[in-house]
């Protein structure tokens, strides 16, 4: 069956360091994949889209790699601040429409 | 520029009676996707739509939900009946194409609860 799954745990990271969430997918061939930042009672908000063919694509802070083989993302924030804790939605394109992952709640500390 | 529009933030319905969800697309934007959120659980299409017609209903239950996106107003989200089972937080979201890499930009959502 397609499944797509992040962390199920909380991650929770000291100010200043990488956070790193992971997103695995089975049976899905996406041509892409989004991540998207959600807060609490807010709908969720675009951060980055990567394209099968890219291996890493960057914004300011923000990296995510596409590992097509291991059928895989990691989204990485670097020099994280307690602004960036928030739930990072994993998202691939299935046809028409978008597959999102249940999230990964980041909490970062002071 | 506004950001796309959900109303009613909130709504409270008793088993039994309709829910009417609106979604206003931002300016320029032709496409609109509606989405659900469980607690706890990531969001799950519903359906796709651009003007006057439904692309792909495909995450849509058969009985009781409905959509449309008419030539002139918001997006209507209709659901008939409403069961306890319904409760949840529905999204929208419209793209200015609908070319799968086109971001998609979401509303607020509006929380319907089912007494």
């Known amino acids: 069956s397609q499944k797509i799954e992040q962390n199920s745990e909380a991650l929770n990271i000291q100010e200043g360091k990488t956070a790193t969430l992971t997103c695995n997918y089975t049976?899905?061939?996406?041509?892409?994949l989004q991540w998207y930042r959600q807060d609490p009672g807010r709908g969720p908000v675009f951060l980055l889209l990567?394209?099968?063919?890219?291996k890493e694509k960057r914004k300011e802070r923000l990296k995510v790699t596409f590992d097509t083989t291991l059928k895989q993302s990691l989204f990485h924030i670097t020099a994280s601040q307690p602004a960036d804790s928030a739930t990072y939605l994993c998202a691939l394109e299935d046809g028409n429409k978008l597959v999102f992952g249940a999230g990964t709640i980041l909490r970062v500390k002071s | 520029n506004a950001g796309v529009m959900q109303n009613p933030r909130h709504l409270v319905r008793r088993r039994g009676q309709e829910a009417r969800l609106r979604c206003s697309p931002m300016k320029g934007h032709s496409h609109v996707y509606w989405y659900r959120q469980l607690p706890e659980e990531g969001l799950k299409f519903m359906v796709y739509?651009?003007?006057?017609?439904?692309?792909?209903e495909s995450g849509m239950p058969k009985e009781r939900f409905s959509a449309e996106f008419p030539k002139e107003g918001p997006s209507i989200l209709r659901i008939q009946q409403v069961v306890r089972g319904d409760s949840a937080a529905y999204f929208c979201a419209s793209s200015p194409g609908g070319l799968p890499t086109d971001t998609q930009y979401f509303g607020p959502g509006t929380r319907l609860t089912v007494l």
């Open positions: 049976n899905y061939s996406p041509a892409y």
């Open positions: 739509l651009q003007k006057e017609n439904i692309i792909d």
């Open positions: 990567i394209r099968e063919n890219e």
